[in-house]
């Protein structure tokens, strides 16, 4: 390998002449680095919204009972199920079924029960305290009835109320 040093040629050491520095490929790692981030947000984002959907169903938010109808306070939701069809009575157009759990006892529950769907615009039409059960209706529409059920599992209670309207 030979060079012009301006005036003659002159051997070179090198074996090879250098080559000029390529294009630096640092952006690919800013935009790796990106994309994970990204990536990290959107999986912290969807448990976020999960974990916040699970304890509003459990409060009760989503559930399918008018919202004036009395919630026992601390129960927690273990279902919630609308039937829309047929097989209903005449005049309704869909059933609510919803299951409570209290860790109070049955006593307690029905006693919540009995004194709140005494009051506003509900009415208790049957109350059979030796079975659990409270039968109800809605003053304003005296086609939406119910029942809540009251079942005792020591010092926790299943609550179930059936709502149809």
Sequence with gaps: MWR??????????????????????TWIWWAA???????????????YGFVSLVHTFQRGGLSCLPSDFPRYPSASTTRDY??????????????CQEVLASNDDVSTVTDFYAGKLST???????????TGE????????????????????????????????
């Design 82 to 95: 609308t039937y829309y069809g047929t097989n209903l009575a005449p005049g309704d157009t869909h059933e």
């Design 33 to 47: 680095g990106g994309c994970g981030l990204l990536l990290l947000i959107a999986v912290a984002g969807g448990i």
């Design 120 to 130: 506003g615009d509900w009415k208790i039409t049957s109350d059979d305290r030796a």
């Design 134 to 165: 409270l039968k109800f209706a809605r003053v304003s529409r005296p086609l939406t009835v119910g029942v809540v059920d009251m079942l005792g599992r020591g010092q926790h209670t299943v609550i179930q109320i059936k709502l149809d309207s």
């Design 4 to 25: 012009w040093d301006g005036q003659q040629w002159v051997p070179t050491d090198l074996a090879r002449p250098p080559q000029p520095a390529g294009p630096k490929r």
